[in-house]
């Protein structure tokens, strides 16, 4: 079987003869667009969800090698999965596994059943075993095997990106700024981890659906937050990994156009996201919420979120954690300027968040909403009782807002040594830029 990272897609980029490269190029592009599915179909014929991403992998190694010499197929997708499906077929001999799952494998790739004429070594492979314009349960199966409660947060955010993103090991290692046999690692615990626990691949009964879906949600969640603002490292925002969030966000909402969270998510994203291009000015540097240039906002992306918004309404089911974070965004997105956003309602929608998803983050988000509403004084007493509380201690978010508070209340020997003190604290570099920016300012 091949590593449980797989092979590396990424590395030597440019290098070596150009059939090499565009033979990389496609099996990234094929790879990119159709992982999910090819994963997914391949884990469905085998039962197996771990050999099914490991084959996936020796069939991209494999076609590194073949479509370099060859070119490409003219099936790419049915090629990989014929090829894939053999490697299946050789560990199950290679184990002396020739039980009734080996025979049924055997005999459905006599009878043609991955693809009608399916060949590998130039041969056509002429049919998938889907149709191209429709989704099915084979990728929300995925996604909720790769959410599945037994993982930790971690090895959820890895194997989803993985399998049903796409990305290589560099690849997620590149985007959370942690070594790659340390994100090699969290995937092969998760797979075994899904091997000891008996977790099938299949989508979960009706009744557990809804329950499990708060789990997918919550990874695309991790994954985006942090691409939106990298908790550590030299640039605030990390947009390949925030897009891929929204991507899988998009897929999540074509695969369950009946949950209104799932658009909630989508909505936060897009709205978000559009505000991406106003973010940073021309060194990287942070760019705040009242000094950017609203003209830069992707109005494209506005009209996406509050479309995916609008349709929780006719869900009859009301604003969830998501939806309400998406309304928030909504009240910024659509205001000509931070002085005309609508202060009150946003003080309104924290409010209702901090009760049906209670969080010291949301909390402080409302103590500034508060403040930005008129009311300091009262911004600053929530923002001590936090502090109190010791809910937020070791962040920088804490020492920063309430630095803003007592600058905005006059107290500017208090508010640098708050300021000081989150630069201290935070570790991306951009944000700890400005805070210091800031507490130089009341000197």
């Not at 009964?205 to 603002?229: D, K, M, N, Q, W």
């Not at 947009?239 to 949950?259: G, I, K, N």
Request: hydrophobic residues 50%; negative net charge; charged residues 25%.
């Amino acid at each position: 079987m091949a590593r449980a990272d797989g092979p590396a897609l990424t590395p030597g980029a440019g290098d070596g003869p150009p059939v090499a490269e565009a033979a990389r190029r496609a099996v990234e592009a094929v790879w990119r667009i159709e992982s999910a599915r090819i994963v997914g179909a391949l884990a469905r014929y085998t039962g197996d969800f771990a050999l099914a991403e490991d084959v996936a992998q020796e069939a991209l190694a494999e076609a590194l090698v073949s479509w370099s010499r060859d070119g490409a197929p003219a099936s790419p997708v049915g090629w990989l999965l014929a090829t894939a499906r053999r490697r299946a077929i050789d560990g199950f001999r290679r184990r002396a596994a020739l039980d009734e799952r080996y025979a049924l494998l055997a005999g459905q790739l006599a009878e043609g059943e991955f693809s009608a004429g399916a060949a590998v070594g130039g041969d056509r492979v002429d049919e998938l075993p889907w149709d191209p314009d429709r989704v099915d349960d084979d990728v929300l199966a995925l996604m909720f095997t790769a959410c599945h409660p037994v993982l930790s947060v971690e090895a959820r955010v890895a194997l989803t990106l993985r399998v049903v993103g796409g990305l290589s090991s560099e690849e997620i290692a590149r985007a959370f700024l942690i070594p790659v046999p340390t994100v090699q690692a969290r995937i092969t615990r998760a797979k075994k981890t899904l091997a000891a626990a008996g977790v099938p691949f299949a989508l979960p009964p009706a009744e557990e659906r809804h329950e499990r879906l708060g789990g997918v949600l919550s990874v695309l969640y991790v994954i985006f937050t942090e691409g939106s603002t990298a908790t550590t490292g030299d640039d605030l925002l990390r947009p390949d990994l925030a897009y891929e969030a929204l991507r899988l966000a998009r897929m999540l909402v074509a695969l369950l156009p009946a949950e209104p969270e799932a658009h909630g998510l989508l909505a936060l994203f897009e709205l978000t996201a559009a505000r991406f291009p106003a973010r940073t000015g021309p060194n990287g540097e942070a760019v705040l919420l009242e000094d950017q240039d609203r003209r830069l906002w992707d109005r494209t992306a506005i009209r996406r979120g509050l479309a995916a918004l609008g349709r929780i309404a006719t869900s009859g089911r009301g604003l969830g954690p998501y939806g309400l974070q998406a309304a928030i965004a909504a009240c910024h997105a659509t205001a000509p300027s931070v002085g005309e956003t609508d202060w009150e309602r946003v003080v309104l929608l924290y409010e209702a968040l901090g009760r049906v998803a209670p969080s010291p983050v949301v909390e402080l988000n409302r103590a500034v909403a508060v403040a930005m509403a008129g009311e300091p004084e009262q911004a600053l007493a929530v923002v001590d009782d936090l502090a109190a509380s010791g809910r937020l201690s070791g962040s920088h978010l804490l020492p920063g807002v309430r630095g803003e508070l007592l600058a905005r209340l006059g107290r500017a020997g208090e508010a640098r040594a708050e300021l000081e003190l989150a630069a201290r604290l935070c570790r991306n570099a951009p944000e700890r830029n400005v805070l210091l920016r800031k507490a130089a300012a009341l000197q």
